[in-house]
């Protein structure tokens, strides 16, 4: 009954390969996001997508890529891995990209994280 | 440019309490957020301010005033458990969080 989950957990790659994560989530939410937390600990937000489109697209490298099937699901490619891409990938979720009803907090939930460590 | 500062790490005694302090400066605002992330997990949520004033939630509070661009996260009856980072995040105008780098508490005996 994991809220959101990503795999893997750990990935260990050569530079230039092309690697893919995955995310779900359950929780029924409208909007997911792509975070890198780097070895300073900065969180920063990749990509978000509302309701399987692009909202948010930061400077972001071409070579990476996200695609959503559906609201549930948001998995980031990586092509021709590079060693300042090591760092822990989150992906998250939220009920929707605007402050709702009163009382509503607009929460991000986070996945586990992967780290990927590129050789 | 938008900012978030916070201090990088702080200690404290395993029962006292301890105030962790945040200044913003975003473009537009739509609420402040803090979370708790323990050393190779995910953050997990904490509390969200977006009036000026004090929340509290048990044995954590969060605090807010829009007019300084302060938050503030305060941990009561600390814990060994409580060591942690604890990130402050504000949203700004376009609803995008905007991270700091988090505060390492460290909590001795």
């Known amino acids: 009954d994991t809220a959101v989950s990503q795999t893997p957990k750990y990935l260990v790659t050569q530079m230039g390969n092309d690697k893919s994560i995955k995310c779900e989530q359950n929780l029924g939410h409208d909007t997911m996001y792509w975070y890198k937390q780097d070895s300073k600990k900065f969180l920063k937000i990749m990509f978000s997508?509302?309701?399987?489109?692009?909202?948010i697209n930061e400077t972001v490298p071409n070579r990476f890529s996200p695609k959503s099937p559906d609201k549930a699901h948001l998995n980031l490619h990586i092509n021709s891995l590079e060693l300042g891409d090591s760092a822990v990938y989150f992906c998250?979720?939220?009920?929707?990209?605007?402050?709702?009803?009163?009382?509503?907090?607009?929460?991000?939930?986070f996945g586990p994280g992967t780290r990927l460590t590129v050789l | 440019g938008q900012n978030i500062d916070q201090p990088t790490e702080m200690t404290a005694t395993e029962g006292a309490i301890v105030q962790i302090n945040c200044t913003y400066q975003?473009?537009?605002?739509?609420?402040l957020f803090w979370y708790q992330q323990h050393a190779g997990e995910a953050p997990t949520f904490l509390s969200y301010n977006v009036l000026d004033g004090l929340e509290e939630k048990g044995r954590f509070s969060s605090f807010l005033s829009r007019s300084k661009g302060y938050s503030y996260l305060l941990l009561k009856e600390l814990q060994m458990k409580d060591s942690a980072s604890y990130l402050c995040a504000a949203m700004d105008s376009n609803y995008q969080l905007i991270w700091g780098a988090g505060t390492k508490l460290i909590i001795k005996p």
């Open positions: 997508y509302n309701n399987k489109e692009l909202i």
């Open positions: 998250a979720s939220s009920p929707d990209v605007e402050p709702g009803l009163a009382g509503s907090t607009d929460t991000q939930y």
């Open positions: 975003t473009s537009g605002f739509n609420g």
